[in-house]
């Protein structure tokens, strides 16, 4: 199964096998890897599922739609590498993606 590297503000490594299909935000959550919160489920509604993404991996994450560009606008951190990891789904090309945890949400 691919697997994900988060990466939390104490550089504290979680490895995390993912399915395919499977969003890195639900991938977090049911690892208890902390720091990711999801509120909205999923739904790019919430900004509560921000990452950075590792630069060498930006370019196979995809880009953001509208609606996620919108919400990474309001982050209180934004990165160029920032992403809502609830709209970034596993696939075999992403297997070892990393991503760093911001120490916050809020
Ligand atoms: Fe709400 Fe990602 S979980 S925007």
Not at 38 to 53: E, M, P, Q
Request: a negative charge; one cysteine or more.
């Amino acid at each position: 199964m691919p697997k994900v590297v988060y990466i939390d503000h104490q550089d504290n490594e979680y490895v995390v096998e993912v399915e395919n299909g499977e969003s890195l935000m639900q991938a977090a959550l049911d690892n208890d890897v902390p720091s990711i919160l999801g509120d909205c489920g999923g739904a790019c509604a919430c900004a509560t599922c921000h990452v950075y993404v590792d630069p060498s991996w930006m370019e196979k994450a995809g880009e953001p739609s509208e609606t996620e560009t919108e919400m990474l606008d309001g982050l209180i951190d934004p990165q160029p590498t920032s992403r809502l990891c609830c709209q970034i789904f596993m696939s075999d090309e992403l297997d070892g993606i990393t991503v760093r945890l911001p120490e916050s949400q809020f």
